[in-house]
Antibody, heavy 120, light 107 residues
Framework: QVQLVESGGGVVQPGGSLRLSCAAS????????MHWVRQAPGKGLEWVAV????????YYADSVRGRFTISRDNAKNMLFLQMNSLRVEDSAVYYC?????????????WGQGTLVTVSS | SYVLTQPPSVSVSPGQTATITCSGD??????ASWYQQRPGQSPVLVIF???KRPSGIPERFSGSTSGNTATLTISGTQSVDEADYYC??????????FGGGTKLTVL
């Protein structure tokens, strides 16, 4: 069964950095695109970024482009999100999810999420 | 930017049919997916490619589209179906858009 386990969340000051990780098991990780999606407390889902199965293509939401970087290590079945220049409005639960970069591709498996709080 | 519009809330009596809509001006050209998020839990995919149901999702969940509107239908709604539901589509194949979410209440 597919398991996605996020880690790395915590409390950080505005302007700070944080690196999130997502450990994948139960799927052919190197064959899947991977996403980060976030959800602010009491709010809806907001897509953050996606990376292709080989890591050669990355796309970002306008709200994080230039500040966040998505990457992966297929040898270790790991997905990462480097978050720099963090803002209060980046506070959210961050989920990793599997899903290809394709117009028909859903986000088919989700992790349990890791909470990021940006506060002074 | 691309916007998907959902009603904020829908109420249904147990055993009745719940209908949740998602409208977007490019939905007619893009596939829609639907996710269920129960309180305190992660989202779960319940419908993809407009009408397909992943394995393990009950048959009472179905999806349809008409023009620029996608619809999630839950037949014989049960109390366990009470959750937030989100539609999702791709925008130009390079970004993902979610609807604002619909809170389904089973009264």
């Amino acid at each position: 069964q597919v398991q996605l386990v996020e880690s790395g969340g915590g409390v950080v000051q505005p302007g700070g950095s944080l690196r999130l990780s997502c450990a994948a098991s139960g799927l052919a990780f190197s064959s899947y695109g991977m996403h980060w999606v976030r959800q602010a407390p009491g709010k809806g889902l907001e897509w953050v970024a996606v990376i292709s199965y080989a890591g050669t293509n990355q796309y970002y939401a306008d709200s994080v482009r230039g500040r966040f970087t998505i990457s992966r290590d297929n040898a270790k079945n790991m997905l990462f999100l480097q978050m720099n220049s963090l803002r209060v409005e980046d506070s959210a639960v961050y989920y990793c999810a599997s899903g290809d970069i394709a117009a028909a591709a859903p986000l088919d498996h989700w992790g349990q999420g890791t909470l990021v709080t940006v506060s002074s | 930017s691309y916007v998907l519009t959902q009603p904020p809330s829908v109420s249904v009596s147990p055993g009745q049919t719940a209908t949740i809509t998602c409208s977007g001006d490019k939905l007619g050209d893009n596939f829609a997916s639907w996710y269920q998020q129960r309180p305190g839990q992660s989202p779960v995919l319940v419908i993809f490619q407009d009408t397909k149901r992943p394995s393990g999702i009950p048959e009472r969940f179905s999806g349809s589209t008409s023009g620029n509107t996608a619809t999630l239908t839950i037949s014989g709604t049960q109390s366990v179906d009470e959750a937030d539901y989100y539609c999702q589509a791709w925008d130009r194949g390079t970004s993902v858009v979610f609807g604002g979410g619909t809170k389904l209440t089973v009264l």
